[in-house]
Each structure stands twice: as structure tokens, then as C-alpha cells.
């Protein structure tokens, strides 16, 4: 009998970790199975529990003050008692996700009972806004098997976050709140927040928090709010961004290559100048080597959004750079670190068109220049895998694309950036 027992327990606790341990270890500690961030240079924001008549108004008005698009996972049990207010999150512009029909854990749940309850959810949702949400949040983040084969098999993707507040604590102040979320937060962060659940006026917390959070992750972190977009990504495509995202982290840290603002192509850094001497437009000599430069960086990981063939990422970048540059030029003209600075340079593959933003482009004679088109070839492919086949187009030698401080802050420093809006 001791011995039956004993294989019952086994056989227990193993059924047990297959349905709900295993699942959680490989979606929150992996991030196989779910999205535990997005792959772009931005912040998302997302709430759960709601919606809420006494909390998710103020939250919207906020939003819409701060011209920030988020996403709502609505408990659709909640979702059915307030349709106008769901109609209203989607006026706003925002994404609206599942939540589940009951805020209730999956490991709770059976399997028939968790495809019931998401397929009620889906079809409540679906009479609500028209359409069943694509993207769905677990309540409390708990998962089992049987949910993440529902997610599989409809089409759902999963999302987790990368940042949250615990701000369903009533004892978590705003303080509290923004500065947990912003010491997690860098490029593709998913934030959890809640307009609704929790302690008892937990949520006032929050919507205190709200405003500073938005402006600290713009203006001190330098990262866009975006709105909740995933590219149809590869597991491997995705791991090796990751891969690479962490060098690129390494890199600009060593370098202390930094950001201009949070919608700035470009990152500046200095460095020493080893190639051939360099002439303002008056002839006069203002870089030789040895010489302390201005360095500029594009910031990367806003290749995915820049199109799906090299010919669109260059006319894109262009674009963004024409944006960019008198923001640049106000950052060098207000930093004391760049007061003796007398040009600034980038070396890039990406040279076409340069000169109409007043830069010039001179051969790059280092013996490094296949290895740096090698290099910027597979950055490309990793931040856009869509364009892999046009990049050699680009060619393999990089050029040198300068410009001489007199002459940035004379074209742009007048001008009015819309990356400052």
C-alpha cells in the first residue's frame, strides 16, 4: 500500500508540473510560448483588470493628453457590463486584448474548463467590438498546458510584459511605481500596469503615476510610447535579435554613445579621427588624425520600421535624418562636450542622398572597411530580416559622411525638429 501511494503521488505531481509548472518556467522564465516584449525602439504601455467606470476614463483622458496609444486587456465578464466604455477605449485609439471571461488563475482551471472560459471570452469580445483580439494576457500571468494549446490553435498571441509597478498593491506609491518601472525599462519593454483590480484603490496610485512615468521614460530614458505592434518573427529571428541587441548595449555603453531624444535617429559619441585630413568649406583644416570627432551612430533598431526592401529603408532613413538633424544639432550646441568639436562623421553603407543634407562623402581608406560593410550588412538583416536578400545591393565599402560643425548648426539649428514635439 505505502508503495501504491507512493506512485500515486509521483504520478500527481508529475501531471501537475506537465500542466502547470513546466508551461510557466518555459513562458516567464523563457519566453517560449509568449512575448515578453516587443521588437522595436519603443515602450509599450498595457493595463489589465478593466475595464473600470470609477478608473479607465482618467486613464484615457491622461492618455489622450500625453497623445499615448496603449493596450486594454479587458476581463470580458467586466467588458459586457460596460460596452460604452469598451467603445471608448477604442475611440481613443487604443488596442483592446483578453483578459480572460473571470480573473480567474489557470492553475484553478481544468482543461475543458479553460477552453470554455477563453472561448467565451473570444466570443464576448467579438460581440463587443466586432472582431476577436489577437493578443491575450493570462490573469495573474499563471498558465497551464491547456491554455497555451488554446493560444496555438487559435491563432492568439500571448503576451507577458517586461516591466511592471505591482501597482495592485495599495501600498505601492506612485513614486514606487514609476521608479520599479522605469529601472526595468529599455528598447521593446512591455509594461504592465492596471486601471482596475487589486487592493482597494490601488488604481488612484497608478493614474498619479501615469503622467511622470510617460514623461521620464521620453524625456530621461529617450524612448518612444508606442502602441502594442509584434512583427511575424521567427523564434530563432527573435533570439538572435536579443543576441544582438545585448552587443549593440555593450558597445554603445564602452563607446558612451548616446541617445539625442527618444525619436532621434541618431546617437552621438566621440571619438579619435584616423583618416585623412578634413577641409571645412573654406579651405581651413578642421579634423587630422589624432583629432577628437564627433561620432554619429544610427540608432539601429529602428531598421524594422523602415520598410521591407533596402530601397525603402534608405529613402525612410533620409527621411528621419532630415527630422532628426536640427535636434542634433540644439543637443551639440547646448553640451559643453562637444564645444571643441569642429566635425562630426559616420562611417555607413547608407550614403546615397547624403549630400542634400549637406554632408559630404569621402572614401573610407582604413583596412577595416570590408569587415565594417560586413558588419553593417548583418545588422541590417538582424533589425530588418524582410530586406536580407536587398542588402547586397549596398555594396561592401562603406564611405565616410561628414560634416563640419559651422555648417550643421548654420543649416539646422533655426529649425524647429518634429522629434521635439
Not at 466570443?123 to 500571468?141: H, I, S
Not at 492596471?194 to 512615468?213: F, M
Not at 559616420?346 to 549637406?358: A, C, F, P, S
Amino acid at each position: 500500500m505505502p508503495t501504491t501511494l507512493l506512485y500515486t503521488f509521483i504520478v500527481a505531481i508529475s501531471v501537475f508540473a506537465v500542466y502547470t509548472l513546466i508551461p510557466e518556467l518555459f513562458v516567464h522564465f523563457f519566453g517560449i510560448g509568449s512575448w515578453k516584449r516587443h521588437y522595436s525602439p519603443g515602450v509599450t504601455l498595457t493595463f489589465d483588470d478593466g475595464p473600470d467606470p470609477r478608473y479607465t476614463p482618467r486613464f484615457l483622458t491622461v492618455l489622450a493628453e500625453q497623445n499615448v496609444r496603449a493596450c486594454f486587456f479587458l476581463v470580458a465578464e467586466k467588458a459586457e457590463k460596460q460596452p460604452e466604455l469598451v467603445k471608448s477605449i477604442l475611440d481613443h485609439g487604443h488596442t483592446v486584448g483578453s483578459h480572460g471571461y473571470r480573473h480567474r488563475h489557470a492553475w484553478l482551471m481544468p482543461p475543458l474548463k479553460t477552453w470554455d472560459l477563453w472561448n467565451k471570452a473570444m466570443e464576448e469580445m467579438r460581440r463587443l467590438t466586432g472582431q476577436e483580439p489577437v493578443y491575450v494576457r493570462a490573469p495573474w500571468g499563471g498558465v497551464n498546458l491547456s491554455f497555451l494549446l488554446w493560444c496555438h490553435f487559435k491563432g492568439k498571441k500571448l503576451i507577458s510584459w517586461s516591466a511592471d509597478g505591482r501597482d495592485w498593491r495599495i501600498e505601492r506609491t506612485p513614486n514606487h511605481i514609476m521608479q520599479r518601472i522605469t529601472g526595468r525599462t529599455k528598447e521593446g519593454t512591455i509594461v504592465l500596469l492596471h486601471d482596475s483590480g487589486g487592493d482597494e484603490g490601488a488604481p488612484q496610485n497608478t493614474l498619479a503615476a501615469l503622467k511622470p512615468l510617460i514623461m521620464k521614460i521620453q524625456k530621461e530614458l529617450k524612448l518612444p510610447l508606442v502602441p502594442l505592434q509584434l512583427p511575424g518573427w521567427s523564434l530563432p529571428k527573435r533570439i538572435g535579435f536579443r543576441v544582438w541587441e545585448k552587443w549593440e548595449h555593450f558597445y554603445g555603453r564602452r563607446k558612451q554613445i548616446t541617445r539625442i531624444d527618444e525619436r532621434n535617429i541618431f546617437r552621438l559619441g566621440l571619438t579619435r579621427y584616423h583618416g585623412p585630413e578634413l577641409f571645412n568649406e573654406n579651405g581651413e583644416l578642421i579634423a587630422s588624425a589624432g583629432d577628437m570627432i564627433g561620432e554619429i551612430h544610427l540608432d539601429n533598431t529602428r531598421f524594422q520600421s523602415f520598410g521591407a526592401n533596402i530601397q525603402k529603408i534608405g529613402y525612410n532613413a533620409l527621411k528621419q535624418a532630415r527630422l532628426s538633424l536640427p535636434a542634433l544639432a540644439s543637443y551639440i550646441s547646448l553640451n559643453p562636450g562637444y564645444k571643441d568639436i569642429k566635425v562630426f562623421l559616420g562611417v555607413t553603407l547608407i550614403n546615397r542622398g547624403v549630400k542634400g543634407l549637406g554632408f559630404n562623402v569621402t572614401e573610407y581608406t582604413n583596412g577595416n572597411a570590408g569587415f565594417i560593410g560586413f558588419m553593417q550588412k548583418i545588422v541590417y538583416r538582424v533589425y530588418n530580416p524582410s530586406a536580407k536578400k536587398d542588402t547586397e545591393k549596398l555594396g561592401t565599402k562603406p564611405k565616410v559622411v561628414w560634416i563640419s560643425k559651422d555648417a550643421l548648426l548654420e543649416k539646422y539649428l533655426t529649425k524647429k525638429s518634429s522629434t521635439q514635439g
